[in-house]
């Protein structure tokens, strides 16, 4: 039996007396083909699947692995070979070399399909023989972050994971989903996480400072909060919300990241027909509207632009008191569409209102039109939000292929 280099040595010598060695009692033939699926399944960060671990002799005819995150790692080990050290490969740095197409003894990867999934895939021409051991996994090493919808322009990747190539989880963008203009807050954001028949979020025009201050970083394509990693989690003003209709607290394995709303039937002078009005930069003609003059800005030193909150007449009449503070990152819904502006830097008083006029980091780079909001409404309003990525940034498995001829088992 060949033997494992993790096993200790067996020792024999003349005046010893005879031990019977009890693993060779577990060697067996077994010849069979044997194909295993396993899916669907969420991987927390952190988390370990082990698809194969066993010590036999066979062949390894197909291996395919379909997550919604590019950055889900796999790592396969025949005998004393591992397709990467330390934890494997991802499909973001396959992506990214252009190794897109079958590829003898080695992984390929597919980007992103119509299922909104990302594929590794192990199809060599003649199966690929091991003696005495096979182990293959797929880890979730993805680390928590504060910065998706937020800013960050410089973003070096972490244990052990490839760098993106842009931060493109950041604020500074929107998402639109067509025929979802009526739905619920929470349908758009598993519309987010599951993007089928859409675009996914995606900050463009940004740049990850790392790539050119670093020379040794392994960099990946796409970002590793897409999908569950980094589902938005929305909670709507004060301001727009009325008593008795606010939405719950929304809790993840029994804790409660983000507060119940706190409706405080919204009261707003002047011309009040039919609520709050949203205006980006310098479409409030007032002082203080600004737009991001060079989006992104840099890691030091981020563009931004001004958020005014006011009434029908777009002026400085309405009193308007938003719920929001230094260090919330912001969301403004209009129908199908969600913007995502940044992370807020200041909260000021415009004219009479009482803290109405925010300051946004990035900002926008393209400035969307005025934004009617409607109290109690979950299609034309505003409001924070967070992301399962500074929680627990998960990866959902699709679907797991094994397809191998074993023919000796080692393990009885």
Same mark, same amino acid.
């Given at each position: 039996? +060949?033997?494992?280099?993790?096993?200790?040595? =067996?020792?024999?010598?003349?005046?010893?007396?005879?031990?019977?060695?009890?693993?060779?009692?577990?060697?067996?033939?077994?010849?069979?083909? =044997?194909?295993?699926?396993?899916?669907?399944?969420?991987?927390?960060?952190?988390?370990?699947?082990?698809?194969?671990?066993?010590?036999?002799?066979?062949?390894?005819?197909?291996?395919?692995?379909?997550?919604?995150?590019?950055?889900?790692?796999?790592?396969?080990?025949?005998?004393?070979?591992?397709?990467?050290?330390?934890?494997?490969?991802?499909?973001?740095?396959?992506?990214?070399?252009?190794?897109?197409?079958?590829?003898?003894?080695?992984?390929?990867?597919?980007?992103?399909?119509?299922?909104?999934?990302?594929?590794?895939?192990?199809?060599?021409?003649?199966?690929?023989?091991?003696?005495?051991?096979?182990?293959?996994?797929?880890?979730?090493?993805?680390?928590?972050?504060?910065?998706?919808?937020?800013?960050?322009?410089?973003?070096?990747?972490?244990?052990?994971?490839?760098?993106?190539?842009?931060?493109?989880?950041?604020?500074?963008?929107?998402?639109?989903?067509?025929?979802?203009?009526?739905?619920?807050?929470?349908?758009?954001?598993?519309?987010?996480?599951?993007?089928?028949?859409?675009?996914?979020?995606?900050?463009?025009?940004?740049?990850?400072?790392?790539?050119?201050?670093?020379?040794?970083?392994? =960099?990946?394509?796409?970002?590793?909060?897409?999908?569950?990693?980094?589902?938005? =989690?929305?909670?709507?003003?004060?301001?727009?919300?009325?008593?008795?209709?606010?939405?719950?607290?929304?809790?993840?394995?029994?804790?409660?990241?983000?507060?119940?709303?706190?409706?405080?039937?919204?009261?707003?002078?002047?011309?009040?027909?039919?609520?709050?009005?949203?205006?980006?930069?310098?479409?409030?003609?007032?002082?203080?509207?600004?737009?991001?003059?060079?989006?992104?800005?840099?890691?030091?030193?981020?563009?931004?632009?001004?958020?005014?909150?006011?009434?029908?007449?777009?002026?400085?009449?309405?009193?308007?008191?938003?719920?929001?503070?230094?260090?919330?990152?912001?969301?403004?819904?209009?129908?199908?569409?969600?913007?995502?502006?940044?992370?807020?830097?200041?909260?000021?008083?415009?004219?009479?209102?009482?803290?109405?006029?925010?300051?946004?980091?990035?900002?926008?780079?393209?400035?969307?039109?005025?934004?009617?909001?409607?109290?109690?409404?979950?299609?034309?309003?505003?409001?924070?939000?967070?992301?399962?990525?500074?929680?627990? +940034?998960?990866?959902?498995?699709?679907?797991?292929?094994?397809?191998?001829?074993?023919?000796?088992?080692?393990?009885?």
């Amino acid at each position: 039996m +060949p033997r494992d280099p993790t096993e200790p040595s =067996i020792v024999a010598a003349h005046g010893l007396r005879d031990e019977t060695d009890s693993r060779r009692q577990l060697v067996r033939k077994d010849e069979r083909f =044997i194909t295993e699926t396993f899916g669907p399944m969420v991987l927390a960060s952190g988390e370990v699947f082990d698809i194969i671990n066993t010590k036999e002799k066979g062949e390894l005819v197909y291996v395919k692995i379909v997550t919604d995150n590019p950055y889900a790692s796999v790592l396969l080990e025949l005998d004393d070979y591992r397709n990467q050290e330390p934890n494997g490969e991802t499909p973001a740095e396959l992506i990214y070399d252009g190794r897109t197409t079958r590829s003898e003894n080695s992984f390929f990867a597919v980007d992103k399909g119509p299922d909104g999934g990302y594929s590794l895939i192990y199809n060599p021409q003649r199966p690929e023989a091991y003696r005495y051991k096979i182990r293959l996994q797929v880890l979730n090493l993805i680390p928590r972050t504060s910065d998706v919808f937020g800013f960050n322009l410089n973003a070096a990747g972490r244990r052990g994971l490839p760098t993106p190539v842009t931060p493109g989880y950041i604020g500074g963008s929107s998402f639109t989903y067509p025929g979802l203009a009526s739905a619920s807050l929470d349908t758009i954001a598993k519309a987010m996480a599951k993007p089928v028949g859409a675009l996914p979020y995606l900050a463009e025009d940004v740049y990850n400072q790392a790539i050119f201050d670093q020379d040794n970083l392994t =960099i990946g394509a796409h970002h590793p909060y897409q999908g569950l990693a980094g589902r938005p =989690i929305f909670r709507r003003d004060d301001s727009v919300v009325a008593s008795g209709s606010e939405r719950g607290a929304t809790t993840i394995d029994g804790e409660v990241i983000m507060a119940a709303e706190n409706g405080a039937a919204p009261a707003v002078s002047g011309n009040y027909d039919p609520g709050i009005k949203v205006l980006f930069g310098t479409q409030y003609t007032g002082s203080g509207g600004a737009d991001p003059s060079n989006f992104p800005g840099t890691p030091g030193s981020p563009s931004s632009m001004t958020i005014t909150l006011t009434d029908n007449s777009e002026g400085d009449s309405a009193s308007v008191t938003a719920g929001v503070s230094v260090g919330d990152r912001i969301f403004v819904r209009s129908g199908d569409t969600i913007h995502f502006p940044g992370v807020v830097t200041a909260v000021a008083n415009e004219a009479n209102g009482t803290g109405n006029q925010l300051t946004v980091q990035p900002g926008l780079s393209e400035i969307p039109a005025k934004v009617q909001m409607t109290t109690d409404s979950e299609n034309f309003t505003f409001g924070t939000v967070k992301s399962e990525a500074e929680f627990t +940034p998960k990866i959902f498995i699709k679907q797991i292929i094994v397809k191998r001829k074993k023919l000796i088992s080692y393990e009885g």
